[in-house]
């Protein structure tokens, strides 16, 4: 047996914390039923004994910036033993700033545009041998360090978004090779660009959101050999220009660079001394996952097009930046245009809106490489000008949050690996710090709705663990006094006001269970518990607004719903008007969730309230909104999906949903009709009750609207519309009134980035491979493919906390084959198509069965 994996807060290395961490380990043995039987942890003189390998609670000493080494030792059911170090470091905790925040305190920001960026510098020596520097940096807006002229950290958007009036991240470097040998004068210099507190952000403009202008604050602590310290600190002794080399940085409109700009052209001036920023937020050291360039592409084909502008294609769709290595003359000037897609060979820019989406350099002589910093774009195509292209070496980086990849899928159809991985693509390009909702228009922000319908797709792919305990803190910091989640979150300037809206703010419920049900420590339902109970009771107020019928007073309709968004017919009217169909089987759905959640926690009460009023929700879904047998009044696929997926209807009423279901379909030429809201369930929906090849059918369908039509139709990620590429080739930009042109449009609502319709790889993952977690962290999980659509194989693996969790099949003929792969410590329940039911501890389990007929499979693969 041995030790896999052990952590410090999801990390394996480099973990600095200023709250008390928690432990993790995985196991690894090839005995057979092998589990964990006791662990003893051990942090200096602090030890626990425990038979927990998720969420394990250091209560011990936790002093400023000290270091501590975790042990542990394993003893597994088998007697094997197994032992594993790792180490943490505190952060400052209450330790009180030496630093002061300093700024430019004359300069304005223009009215809704990004402010220039601000270089601060501060001077130094080092008389002595260094023994060990360290660096701790925050800002408002986003910041660039070096020291002595080089980067410090590989760290993009530094301190990351926050809710900036309750949390500021703190960034923790480690300099000291950067100190030693260098000489004893020292210059350390901060770019600070407005980024999302000063700059322009959402699509009104809007600037000076957190701040009136940038700041920046820095503590240097340096340990000498001989024992003596000194902390370099910012304050008034450090200097100010707003006229250096990066003339403009923002999200939308890219970044301008003057390479001819030297420390010595700019204006210097003693910085500002100013005060704590609005509303006084914590200074923490850094809790999220950083975004970092996670892999360089290099472009597939170079074109010139139509209007000569040379056109790159890096053959994906991402978020990123380029990187320019240029030979280059004094003075010269080259553009960076980036675009997601082409029309008649040249960049189409009209659906980023007001988004310019360009980087501007000019040059210096000779050989010389540029990288934009402090922005980045959604591209697929890059256009240049101003440069020959024998002069030119343009690779690009990879943008996103240090995500490590956990799940992985695969079938013998080569149309739904592209499908996997324009998923995970759309994924990586929205999982920029935030959650965002798409990475290239004047947009980029952390809408609720589509992380909350993609949260269990993202939680199978990525360990989401750290990104959602920081983006899940600003959830609870911003929900409102009545209980309602902002539409987005950090709200940051977002016109829309904080409400309960439906699968929305369903997100307080939905992103907590599925990292919860894919990692399995119950402290990210802990902290989200309060957050959850307040909207159900805004949703239950608002439900009872204006309503004295019994059944009315619990259908969701006030005070607005985003209704079945992006339907792929109608117009957003029309979307809106379905709200309470939809908002009401929400709440059903947040009920149950919660619910289960209460239990888990030790809320019996609770538990008990929220299933009782679960059951009025659904019984006034089916007095309103039906015949009291599985028909709508009012007819439209999310109607049936959602209280199918849900469990709101069972035996003959849901029976006759499913067909209802099956028929609009039907009707619509075999293809769905779903928005946010329904689209991830609709597959379920059909799956799970004795419709496994209208399922198959609908995810194989490629004819607009389909997931396979956007990758035949060239889409590397997942689109925002169904039809954003229409098959005649031009892209929809139509505005979302009725009867809305091409010709009236200002952009439009078109992204071809856009991962909310990828949340279908959850049922790939839960019924082609079959792997599905019961309880918590896969401690317990469910394997039960569902065979069909001509598929001949499929697997699934995942990395759970507990190791690697799997499932593969092959089919030959009648005859499946199946293999399982269970962690130690973990078990399974394995149904086979022919209705068999084997319970197995950890190993290797195969399995074979002859696939029963249609009839007799669709009865045996539905679920409770």
């Known amino acids: 047996m041995k030790i896999t994996r052990l952590t410090v807060d999801g990390l394996e290395t480099g973990c600095i914390t200023d709250a008390p961490p928690r432990f993790g380990f995985a196991l690894g043995s090839e005995v057979p039923g092998e589990a964990l039987a006791s662990a003893r942890v051990r942090v200096g003189d602090w030890e626990t004994v425990t038979t927990d390998q998720v969420g394990i609670v250091y209560d011990g000493p936790l002093e400023p910036y000290a270091e501590y080494v975790v042990h542990v030792e394993a003893t597994g059911t088998s007697g094997a033993t197994a032992t594993a170090e790792t180490a943490f470091r505190a952060g400052r905790r209450d330790r009180p700033w030496v630093a002061r925040w300093i700024t430019d305190a004359g300069y304005r920001a223009p009215k ?19 023994r060990r520097a360290r660096l701790e940096a925050t800002a408002l807006g986003v910041y660039e360090l070096e020291l002595d002229g080089r980067r410090v950290g590989d760290q993009y958007f530094a301190p990351g978004f926050t809710s900036y009036r309750h949390h500021l991240q703190v960034q923790h470097h480690d300099v000291t090779e950067l100190l030693r040998g260098v000489g004893a004068s020292h210059l350390l210099t901060a770019t600070v660009a407005g980024g999302w507190a000063v700059g322009s952000f959402t699509h009104k403009r809007v600037n000076t959101i957190s701040a009136d202008r940038q700041a920046f604050l820095a503590e ?54 100013t005060g704590a920023p609005k509303g006084d937020p914590e200074l923490s050291a850094q809790i999220g996952a950083p975004v970092r360039a996670q892999q360089e592409l290099h472009p597939v084909s170079q074109v010139v097009s139509p209007s000569g502008e040379l056109v790159y294609d890096f053959g994906q769709n991402f978020a990123g930046v380029v990187r320019a290595r240029i030979r280059g003359r004094e003075g010269q000037t080259v553009v960076f245009r980036h675009a997601e897609v082409l029309v008649d060979g040249e960049l189409f820019v009209k659906s980023l809106r007001t988004a310019k989406a360009t980087a501007t350099y000019t040059c210096v002589d000779g050989d010389q490489e540029y990288s934009p910093k402090l922005t980045y774009m959604g591209f697929r195509y890059v256009g240049v000008t101003g440069i020959d292209p024998a002069d030119l070496d343009l690779t690009a980086y990879v943008l996103h949050s240090d995500l490590r990849e956990t799940g ?18 759309g994924g990586k390009s929205n999982l920029v710090d935030i959650p965002t909702d798409c990475p290239q228009r004047d947009e980029r922000e952390g809408w609720t709705g589509d992380y909350a319908v993609f949260a269990t797709t993202a939680s199978y792919n990525f360990d989401m663990g750290r990104f959602l305990d920081k983006w899940l803190r600003d959830v609870r910091a911003e929900q409102g006094r009545g209980g309602g989640i902002p539409m987005v979150v950090p709200k940051a300037g977002n016109p829309f006001p904080t409400m309960a809206t439906s699968c929305w703010g369903d997100v307080a419920v939905l992103a907590p269970w599925a990292e919860y049900l894919a990692r399995g420590d119950l402290d990210v339902l802990r902290r989200n518990y309060p957050t959850m109970t307040r909207f159900l009771k805004a949703v239950d107020r608002w439900s009872s607004l204006l309503s004295v019928d019994r059944d009315r007073r619990n259908v969701w309709q006030f005070p607005f719903h985003f209704g079945d968004w992006a339907a792929p017919t109608g117009a957003a009217r029309e979307w809106i008007a379905r709200g309470k169909w939809i908002g009401t089987a929400y709440a059903a759905n947040s009920l149950a969730i919660v619910a289960r959640i209460a239990d888990l926690l030790g809320e019996p009460a609770d538990a008990a309230r929220f299933r009782a009023k679960r059951a009025e929700v659904i019984r006034a879904y089916r007095n309103v909104f039906t015949d009291g047998a599985g028909t709508l009044t009012d007819e439209f696929q999310t109607g049936y999906v959602l209280p199918l997926h849900f469990g709101m209807a069972e035996g003959d009423e849901a029976e006759a949903m499913a067909g209802n ?14 928005g946010f809201p329904g689209t991830p369930y609709i597959l379920f929906a059909l799956s799970d009750h004795g419709r496994v090849d209208e399922a198959y059918d609908l995810l194989l369908q ?3 609207p389909s997931w396979l039509y956007m990758v035949e139709s060239g889409g590397t990620t997942i689109w925002e519309r169904w039809d954003a590429l229409r098959p005649d080739g031009t892209v929809n930009i139509a505005d979302l009134t009725p009867g809305a042109t091409d010709e009236d449009s200002g952009g439009g609502m078109v992204s071809f980035n856009h991962y909310a319709a990828g949340a279908v790889g959850d049922w790939m993952y839960r019924r082609i491979a079959g792997i599905e977690p019961v309880t918590g962290g896969y401690r317990e999980f469910r394997v039960a493919p569902v065979i069909g659509g001509g598929l001949t194989s499929a697997s699934g693996a995942v990395e759970t906390p507990y190791g690697r969790a799997s499932s593969s099949w092959t089919l030959d003929g009648p005859t499946l084959a199946l293999r399982v792969e269970v962690p130690v410590s973990t078990s399974a329940t394995v149904v086979l198509p022919d209705g068999a039911t084997h319970d197995v501890a950890s190993g290797v389990h195969e399995f074979t069965c002859e696939l029963p007929s249609r009839r007799a499979a669709a009865t045996t693969s539905g679920r409770a």
């Open 702 to 704: 490629t004819d607009a």
């Open 220 to 273: 240097l602590h340096i340990e000498y050999e001989d024992g003596t310290s000194d902390i370099v600190a910012t304050g008034p002794d450090w200097e100010v220009s707003t006229d250096g080399p990066i003339r403009m940085a923002e999200w939308y409109d890219g970044e301008t660079v003057d390479a001819r700009v030297t420390a010595s052209d700019m204006t210097w001036k003693p910085a500002d001394v």
């Open 112 to 130: 809704k545009q990004s402010p220039v960026p601000m270089v601060f510098r501060g001077a130094f020596q080092t008389a002595k041998p260094v």
């Open 661 to 674: 279901l099956a028929r609009l379909i039907a009707e619509n030429d075999g293809h769905l009709s779903t």
């Open 408 to 425: 992985s899928f695969t079938t013998s159809n080569e149309q739904l690996n592209r499908l996997q991985s324009a998923i995970r693509w």
